[in-house]
Nanobody, 131 residues
Framework: DVRLVESGGGLAQAGGSLTLSCVVS????????VAWFRQAPGKEREEVSC????????YYGDFVKGRFTISTNNAEITAYLHLNNLKPEDTAVYYC????????????????????????WGQGTQVAVAS
């Protein structure tokens, strides 16, 4: 079975940092792209970032503006999202998702990655940022 398990969420102060992890099992990690999305209460899901493991292509949502960094460790089959300079509006449940890397490599540009069908999802990890 494919499993994506997020961790690392919690309570942070504004201006602080958190690192989220997503351990992926049941698929060949190298062949897949991993993305992070978030959803705040009462709001639509928002794309945060994605990375194509095969070629290292990275995309970020427009709001990120250099505050977040995505990375992966293929040996650990883990994707990371480093959250820096956190703001109260970053409060949300953060989800990781995975889909075939070639699909993102071909169709992910110009924001296309955010509207692709992501095959596998984790259960989410809560991030709360206090002002």
């Amino acid at each position: 079975d494919v499993r994506l398990v997020e961790s690392g969420g919690g309570l942070a102060q504004a201006g602080g940092s958190l690192t989220l992890s997503c351990v992926v099992s049941g698929i060949t990690f190298y062949d897949y792209a991993v993305a992070w999305f978030r959803q705040a209460p009462g709001k639509e899901r928002e794309e945060v970032s994605c990375i194509v493991n095969e070629d290292g292509t990275i995309y970020y949502g427009d709001f990120v503006k250099g505050r977040f960094t995505i990375s992966t460790n293929n040996a650990e089959i883990t994707a990371y999202l480093h959250l820096n300079n956190l703001k109260p509006e970053d409060t949300a449940v953060y989800y990781c998702a995975a889909t075939w890397g070639r699909t993102v490599a071909v169709r992910g540009g110009d924001g296309g990655w955010s509207s692709l069908y992501w095959d596998y999802w984790g259960q989410g990890t809560q991030v709360a940022v206090a002002s």
